[in-house]
């Protein structure tokens, strides 16, 4: 039933199409958008207008960004020996705020899922190899979620790249079946500083 309106029940029937709100959430959210001041309406409608035309991904790293190389991969002080590879760019964000990693990163977008038609050719591990091949990097820490679909991308990669340099895999202490993007910072520190060797 239209309640509100046209304007509203539209808004909140897109803003339910976002992942976590559900329709009273959505409402309330098209409530609060409503009671802006018109200014801060157009901002939220030009920021989200912005973040959609105008991100790109990292010519390197694949991360998301506003310029191309992003400032990880062009910060001079960074550790350029070592890549972990990550399943997208929450992940990297959530590895960044724990302060304890200095190296690179490679976003692979994704992880392999057979039931949902991923195969290794949707990924960016094309990419990585070829960062690999090129020389310089010592060790590849595989810090893919520890989940089953995680997994495989991780032992994927690591045979691929196991006689190019040193495959290393973040230490258990994530939770598996998790996500990296909502594990605790103490944890991804420890996580990373407990990373083994994949073959040996």
């Given at each position: ?58 010519q390197t790293c694949s991360t998301i ?72 990097i010592k060790e590849i820490i595989l ?58």
């Open positions: 039933m239209n309640i509100y309106g046209n304007h509203i029940t539209k808004l909140i029937e897109e803003l339910s199409r976002l992942p976590g709100i559900g329709a009273k959430s959505a409402a309330r959210l098209a409530f609060h958008i409503v009671d802006m001041p018109p200014e801060r309406a157009a901002g939220l409608a030009n920021a989200i207008l912005d973040a959609k035309n105008k991100v790109i991904y990292c960004t506003d310029i191309s190389p992003c400032k990880i991969c062009d910060n001079i002080k960074r550790d350029t020996t070592t890549i972990m590879v990550v399943e997208d760019p929450r992940d990297l964000g959530a590895y960044e705020r724990t302060g304890e990693y200095r190296g690179l990163y490679h976003v692979l977008q994704g992880a392999i899922s057979p039931m949902a038609g991923i195969t290794p050719d949707h990924l960016r591990i094309k990419e990585l190899v070829q960062r690999v091949a090129k020389g310089n810090a893919t979620n520890p989940n089953v679909e995680g997994e495989a991308t991780a032992m994927y990669i690591g045979k691929l790249l196991k006689d190019m340099v040193t495959v290393t895999r973040i230490a258990h202490g994530v939770p598996i079946g998790g996500d990296l993007e909502y594990v605790d910072q103490i944890t991804l520190a420890r996580a990373l500083e407990g990373r083994r060797e994949v073959f040996v």
